[in-house]
């Protein structure tokens, strides 16, 4: 239990769907973060809040929309997605002026058909 | 491309010898360093980190090695247990932030009893 929740764990969806993922965060974070896990790369970062502001938005296509309506919850709203946005998404929260000691939720297992 | 790599995918150990994880960087700029150890569908957590003015950095059985000149990180854990298999994922870390971060591909360590 890192004090960071995710829903729904899997999610399967068509490419004309429209659904939400979201993260819930109990540790009195001040930021929070999107990241994508694909198979055999990286962990990418897609988006960041601070505060409940964007700050960062790495170059993310805007079938991905996040949302931050306080600092405890975000959201990433999908739409239109291709099967290759099928992926492991990964949400982390830290104090901001963290050395990146990052909490990280259980993940949303993502598959687009 | 690649600013931090774990060129082995995979690692196997028998139950009380040493693991030996590495994580190769390219980037000098990097100011610390973090590694983070993932169960099956759970999210990475963080396991223990290094500052780029250390050289190494224990706690308990994990042990993070820095060679600044070789651009080149290792995590050894002595005694391996079982409990120890997982994926480890080494990242790096530009500036303050969370959002500097960048990731490996992991490898998966498996601890035979």
């Known amino acids: 239990e890192t004090g960071v929740t995710q829903t729904p764990r899997h999610l399967v969806m068509g490419m004309t769907n429209k659904k939400s993922l979201k993260c819930e965060q109990h540790?009195?974070?001040?930021?929070m973060y999107w990241y994508k896990q694909s198979a055999k790369k990286p962990l990418e970062l897609m988006f960041v809040?601070?505060?409940?502001?964007?700050?960062e938005n790495n170059s993310v296509p805007s079938r991905f929309s996040p949302e931050c309506p306080n600092s405890s919850h975000l959201f990433l709203h999908l739409h239109t997605l291709q099967p290759e946005d099928s992926a492991l998404y990964l949400c982390a929260s830290d104090r901001r002026t963290g050395i990146g000691e990052l909490f990280f939720g259980e993940g949303s297992r993502l598959t687009v058909l | 491309d690649q600013q931090v790599k774990q060129n082995s995918p995979s690692l196997s150990v028998q139950e009380g010898r040493i693991s030996i994880l590495n994580c190769d960087y390219t980037n000098s700029m990097f100011d610390y360093f973090l590694w983070y150890k993932k169960y099956p569908a759970e999210g990475p957590t963080f396991l223990i980190s290094?500052?780029?003015?250390?050289d190494k950095n224990e706690d308990g059985r994990f042990t993070v090695f820095l060679n600044k000149s070789a651009k080149h990180l290792s995590l050894h854990i002595v005694p391996s247990q079982p409990g120890d298999s997982a994926v480890y994922f080494c990242?790096?870390?530009?500036?303050?932030?969370?959002?500097?971060?960048?990731f490996g591909t992991g490898t998966r360590l498996t601890v035979i009893p």
């Open positions: 290094i500052s780029s003015i250390k």
């Open positions: 990242a790096a870390r530009m500036g303050a932030g969370a959002n500097n971060l960048f």
């Open positions: 540790l009195g974070h001040n930021a």
């Open positions: 809040y601070n505060f409940k502001e964007q700050t």
